[in-house]
Structures are given as structure tokens and as C-alpha cells.
């Protein structure tokens, strides 16, 4: 068995809706049957937008919420039947920055950490100098958390993650919010736990980081998976099509839906860059695209677009996700 089995795994929520004196119950599906396996020395893409199932599937892996329907299994123990088991398997990186006690030191969260993983007591000290060291928080390493930057707070979080070198590692937008070189270390990282032999899960919306680190991925679109495999393979797919982007002024979800009554056409999808000025960008998947190229720029310029860039680019994960959904993974 993979070192991270998951079989048709799904999780329900109740809702409420109506007036205070007669509630009616919905159910809304976070995650509906997905099953994927992650061999040792892989990392894993989770993809998708905001609100897709991404942190739900990964609150399941690492037990913090039961699955309505379905098992996984990490390193071969059951989430339903054996969470201890689990945890003590995983390392886990959630997104945000309470995860971690501000009133402590660096120093002081790992040794916690450390203390409740259980681990030898005389290979504490030698595993938190390395890994405040490979972050670069050697130099802060007394200082309390709540003193500390943003960046500085999640690069301990990630480091938290590796305390106890579980087999399997999940990782749930681990440089959301860093700067360019931060998130560079980061990624640095995670590719040498891949050559370590690490089983490795990582969820993002950014597209070109999950191009760069993943084995394979699975596009996530309202809890089931719309597309899987390796980027090349799924980008390989769109080869057919240009993939036209189109910034401009004045831009609106009108415009882009008229654009599909076009016969070369297949996908548009219009995202908003600066919502103050009315700033947007479309991205369309058009057969001999210089072809109809033209024809376009002047339906745009009769509605009134104003035209800020134009460029012809190579297919992307999230034209894959636009091509599957017809909307834009910012959406």
C-alpha cells in the first residue's frame, strides 16, 4: 500500500436555512468520492480555487474532521478507525498562522511540538537547530512569536511540519502570503523531502508553483476531481488551442460570454485584476487564434473595451481548469 491511500472519501455538511421558527436543513457537499494514491518520493498536487475541497480533504487526512462517506489510509492506518495512528505518521502544515502559540518563543513552539510528537529527548535539541537553521530563524529563535513576521510565522509553521520526519507530509499553501524568496526556500525544500523518499500532499491555487513541484496533480473543482495526471500530460491536451490573453478596461462578464457565440472559440474566462479602475483579463481558448485574433480585438473595442495588452501564451494548469470548467481558478 501507498504510503497515502484515499478511497472514495466525502464529507457532508448540515446547513440551516429560513426563518428563526422553522429551520430547514440542507446538505452541502464539501467533498464528493475522491480517491487518489501518493507513492513515496511524489508530491501531490490538490488544485483548485478558493471553496473547492482542498483544506476539507486535508483536515480529513490528518483527522481533525471525520469523513461523512469513504477511508484513507496514511501509512496504512485508517482516519476512521485508527486516527492516532494517523497523526502520529503526518506532518502537517495548515494555512494560516494560529497554529502556532504567539506568547512563546520559536525556540519554545518546537520544543512544545517536540514534546508532544514524543520524540527522544537528546535528539530534540540537534533537530530543532537544524530546522531553525534551515528556515532561517536561527536568529530569532528567542524571540516570541507574536513579535514575528508574517513570513517568519509561516516558515516556522512549515518547519513545525517536519519536527517528528513523519513519512507523509501535508502541506496546505505553505507560501500564501510570502515574499519571493521565501516562498523560494520553501519550495527548495519540499523538493529535496521528495528526493528523501517523503510522500508529500500540497494544496495551492497557485498554478505556476504546483507546475513547478508536482509529480501529479488533481484539479478540484466543488469537491470532485475534474481533471488528474502529470502537468505535461495535462497541458499536452490543450496543445491544440491557442491561449489568448486580453487586458483591457471595461471588461465584463456580458462581453466574455458574447465571445462564445464565436465558432473558433472554445473557453473564455474573465478574471478581475484591479476591481477600482475596472480592470480585467480574459483568457480564451481559440483554434488559429492569429486567425481570429482580429475579428476579436474588434468585438472588444465595439463594446467599448479598452485594450491594455495582448499575448499569445503557452497552455498553463489553469487552462486546463478553465477548460474543464469554464471558469478562471481565480474565480
Known amino acids: 500500500m501507498d504510503p497515502v491511500d484515499v478511497r472514495a472519501l466525502s464529507k457532508s455538511f448540515s446547513t440551516k436555512e429560513g426563518p428563526i421558527l422553522r429551520k430547514k436543513r440542507k446538505s452541502l457537499v464539501a467533498v464528493d468520492e475522491i480517491s487518489f494514491s501518493v507513492p513515496r518520493g511524489e508530491i501531490f498536487g490538490l488544485l483548485g480555487p478558493n471553496g473547492a475541497g482542498k483544506t476539507t480533504i486535508i483536515k480529513m487526512l490528518c483527522t481533525l474532521i471525520t469523513p461523512t462517506t469513504g477511508d484513507a489510509f496514511i501509512n496504512g492506518y485508517s482516519i476512521v478507525k485508527e486516527p492516532q495512528k494517523v497523526r502520529e505518521s503526518l506532518g502537517v502544515m495548515l494555512t494560516g498562522e494560529r497554529t502556532l502559540y504567539w506568547k512563546l518563543t520559536g525556540r519554545e513552539n ?32 528567542n524571540t516570541v512569536v507574536e513579535n514575528y513576521s508574517t513570513g517568519m510565522r509561516i516558515r516556522l509553521s512549515f518547519a513545525k511540519a517536519l519536527l517528528n520526519e513523519a513519512p507523509v507530509l501535508l502541506f496546505d499553501e505553505p507560501t500564501a502570503s510570502l515574499d519571493p524568496q521565501s ?116 468585438f472588444l473595442v465595439r463594446k467599448q473595451v479598452s485594450i491594455t495588452k495582448v499575448s499569445f501564451i503557452e497552455p498553463t494548469l489553469e487552462d486546463v481548469f478553465i477548460e474543464e470548467t469554464g471558469r478562471s481558478l481565480r474565480d
Open 110 to 141: 518546537l520544543e512544545y511540538f517536540a514534546a508532544l510528537y514524543h520524540l527522544q529527548h537528546s535528539d530534540i535539541r540537534k533537530r530543532i537547530d537544524y530546522l531553525l537553521q534551515l528556515l532561517g530563524l536561527s536568529d530569532r529563535e
Open 183 to 298: 516562498s523560494r526556500l520553501i519550495r527548495d525544500i519540499i523538493r529535496d523531502l521528495k528526493k528523501d523518499g517523503y510522500a508529500v500532499i500540497l494544496t495551492t491555487h497557485n498554478m505556476d508553483e504546483a507546475d513547478a513541484l508536482s509529480d501529479r496533480v488533481a484539479i478540484i473543482d466543488h469537491g470532485r476531481i475534474v481533471r488528474y495526471g502529470s502537468p505535461s500530460e495535462l497541458k499536452e491536451k490543450l496543445k491544440s488551442n491557442d491561449v489568448i490573453e486580453i487586458e483591457g478596461h471595461n471588461l465584463s462578464d456580458q462581453t466574455a460570454n458574447a465571445l462564445q457565440s464565436f465558432s473558433e472559440i472554445s473557453k473564455v474566462a474573465i478574471s478581475t485584476i484591479d476591481s477600482n479602475d475596472n480592470t480585467g483579463l480574459l483568457r480564451i481558448h481559440a483554434e488559429k487564434g492569429k486567425e481570429v485574433l482580429p475579428k476579436l480585438l474588434e
